[in-house]
């Protein structure tokens, strides 16, 4: 199972959505929602975030490689916080420990 990345919209000190995300074309969704709730073209938000456009549209789309600080500054610009939560259970790297 992968790692669950949890994106949390942060909105005048509220949570309003926590999405659980598996792959980089639900990342890409969930920064294109906030981009469509924020009333922001991919132009705007890419000159906010100082992200070319294609860059912005490859990762909405879930295709290309982006660095991680690419991914951080769409979503500082978004208010969106990143948090990666660990699944019940031990993890790839506990199993092969135990294995040993």
């Given at each position: 199972m992968a790692p669950r990345i949890m994106l949390t919209n942060v909105s005048m000190g509220n949570i309003d959505r926590t999405d659980r995300i598996f792959t980089a074309r639900e990342l890409g969704t969930a920064i294109k929602r906030a981009r469509g709730a924020r009333n922001l073209t991919q132009v705007q938000l890419a000159e906010h975030a100082n992200v070319s456009?294609?860059?912005?549209?490859?990762?909405?789309?879930?295709?290309?490689?982006?660095?991680?600080?690419?991914?951080?500054?769409?979503?500082?610009?978004?208010?969106?916080?990143?948090?990666?939560?660990?699944?019940?259970?031990?993890?790839?790297?506990?199993?092969?420990r135990d294995q040993s």
């Open positions: 456009r294609g860059a912005l549209q490859k990762i909405e789309a879930g295709r290309g490689t982006v660095t991680l600080s690419t991914i951080l500054r769409l979503l500082r610009t978004l208010s969106l916080d990143l948090a990666v939560v660990s699944r019940a259970g031990p993890g790839i790297i506990e199993k092969r």
